[in-house]
Protein backbone atom coordinates (compact mmCIF):
# COMPACT_ATOMS: atom_id res chain seq x y z
CA UNK A 1 0.00 0.00 0.00
CA UNK A 2 1.15 3.70 -0.79
CA UNK A 3 0.48 6.55 1.21
CA UNK A 4 0.78 9.81 -0.56
CA UNK A 5 0.68 13.02 1.41
CA UNK A 6 1.00 16.43 -0.53
CA UNK A 7 1.94 20.26 0.73
CA UNK A 8 2.88 23.44 -0.85
CA UNK A 9 -0.30 24.80 -1.46
CA UNK A 10 -1.38 28.20 -0.64
CA UNK A 11 -3.00 31.38 -1.40
CA UNK A 12 -1.20 33.58 -4.82
CA UNK A 13 -1.46 36.26 -7.18
CA UNK A 14 -1.76 35.78 -10.83
CA UNK A 15 0.93 35.57 -12.09
CA UNK A 16 3.01 33.93 -9.24
CA UNK A 17 4.09 30.47 -8.44
CA UNK A 18 3.51 27.60 -6.37
CA UNK A 19 5.56 24.16 -5.52
CA UNK A 20 3.49 21.57 -5.13
CA UNK A 21 5.14 18.28 -3.60
CA UNK A 22 4.04 15.24 -2.79
CA UNK A 23 5.34 12.50 -0.44
CA UNK A 24 5.15 8.74 -0.81
CA UNK A 25 5.39 6.31 2.29
CA UNK A 26 4.82 2.14 1.87
CA UNK A 27 6.19 1.29 -1.25
CA UNK A 28 9.08 2.52 -3.20
CA UNK A 29 7.99 5.22 -6.10
CA UNK A 30 10.34 3.75 -8.43
CA UNK A 31 7.69 1.58 -9.51
CA UNK A 32 4.63 3.31 -9.73
CA UNK A 33 3.51 6.01 -12.14
CA UNK A 34 2.82 9.72 -10.70
CA UNK A 35 0.15 12.38 -11.36
CA UNK A 36 -1.48 15.63 -10.49
CA UNK A 37 -5.02 15.92 -10.60
CA UNK A 38 -7.42 19.10 -9.66
CA UNK A 39 -11.11 19.60 -8.47
CA UNK A 40 -12.79 22.76 -8.18
CA UNK A 41 -15.92 23.09 -6.22
CA UNK A 42 -18.83 21.73 -8.41
CA UNK A 43 -16.44 20.11 -11.07
CA UNK A 44 -14.83 16.88 -12.23
CA UNK A 45 -11.54 16.02 -11.03
CA UNK A 46 -9.29 16.67 -13.78
CA UNK A 47 -6.26 15.59 -15.32
CA UNK A 48 -3.25 18.25 -14.79
CA UNK A 49 -0.54 16.27 -15.36
CA UNK A 50 1.44 12.96 -15.27
CA UNK A 51 5.29 11.75 -15.37
CA UNK A 52 6.46 7.92 -16.23
CA UNK A 53 8.15 5.82 -13.62
CA UNK A 54 11.45 7.08 -14.88
CA UNK A 55 10.83 10.56 -15.08
CA UNK A 56 11.60 10.56 -18.64
CA UNK A 57 7.85 10.73 -20.08
CA UNK A 58 5.60 13.64 -19.11
CA UNK A 59 2.65 14.91 -20.46
CA UNK A 60 0.29 17.57 -19.55
CA UNK A 61 -3.16 19.19 -20.18
CA UNK A 62 -3.47 21.33 -22.53
CA UNK A 63 -4.46 24.23 -19.79
CA UNK A 64 -1.17 24.27 -18.05
CA UNK A 65 1.39 23.23 -20.35
CA UNK A 66 4.26 25.63 -20.95
CA UNK A 67 3.02 26.46 -17.21
CA UNK A 68 3.31 23.63 -15.10
CA UNK A 69 6.09 21.13 -14.66
CA UNK A 70 6.09 18.17 -12.78
CA UNK A 71 8.97 16.44 -11.57
CA UNK A 72 10.09 13.33 -9.66
CA UNK A 73 12.82 12.24 -7.04
CA UNK A 74 12.77 8.40 -6.88
CA UNK A 75 15.86 8.07 -4.42
CA UNK A 76 13.60 10.99 -1.81
CA UNK A 77 10.08 9.33 -2.89
CA UNK A 78 9.06 12.17 -3.62
CA UNK A 79 6.75 14.06 -6.58
CA UNK A 80 6.88 17.76 -7.44
CA UNK A 81 4.15 20.32 -9.66
CA UNK A 82 6.05 23.38 -9.87
CA UNK A 83 2.92 25.92 -11.09
CA UNK A 84 4.15 29.28 -12.79
CA UNK A 85 2.39 32.27 -14.34
CA UNK A 86 -0.97 31.28 -12.14
CA UNK A 87 -4.19 31.92 -13.47
CA UNK A 88 -7.68 32.34 -11.04
CA UNK A 89 -9.02 29.74 -12.86
CA UNK A 90 -5.93 27.48 -11.64
CA UNK A 91 -7.67 27.73 -8.07
CA UNK A 92 -8.67 24.02 -7.03
CA UNK A 93 -7.47 21.66 -4.81
CA UNK A 94 -4.85 19.76 -6.05
CA UNK A 95 -4.20 16.25 -5.81
CA UNK A 96 -1.44 13.70 -6.16
CA UNK A 97 -1.90 10.07 -7.35
CA UNK A 98 -0.28 7.11 -7.95
CA UNK A 99 -0.59 4.28 -10.87
CA UNK A 100 0.78 0.82 -11.06
CA UNK A 101 0.03 0.50 -14.75
CA UNK A 102 1.46 3.30 -17.32
CA UNK A 103 1.17 6.77 -16.52
CA UNK A 104 -2.65 7.94 -17.89
CA UNK A 105 -4.77 10.80 -17.86
CA UNK A 106 -7.87 9.57 -16.55
CA UNK A 107 -8.18 9.71 -12.95
CA UNK A 108 -9.86 6.18 -12.82
CA UNK A 109 -6.37 4.49 -13.53
CA UNK A 110 -4.92 5.50 -10.47
CA UNK A 111 -4.92 3.52 -7.34
CA UNK A 112 -3.54 5.75 -4.10
CA UNK A 113 -4.73 9.19 -3.99
CA UNK A 114 -3.62 11.89 -1.41
CA UNK A 115 -5.99 14.01 0.47
CA UNK A 116 -5.20 17.36 -1.60
CA UNK A 117 -3.39 20.79 -1.08
CA UNK A 118 -5.70 23.87 -1.89
CA UNK A 119 -4.54 26.39 -4.35
CA UNK A 120 -5.80 29.91 -4.58
CA UNK A 121 -4.54 32.14 -7.13
CA UNK A 122 -6.39 35.61 -6.14
CA UNK A 123 -7.14 38.05 -9.61
Known amino acids: QVQLTESGGGLVQAGGSLRLSCAAS????????MGWFRQAPGQEREFVAA????????YYADSVKGRFTISRDNAKNMVHLQMDSLKPEDTALYYC????????????????WGQGTQVTVSS
Open 26 to 33: GRTLISIA
Open 51 to 58: ISRSGGVT
Open 97 to 112: AGANTAYDTSRYQYNY
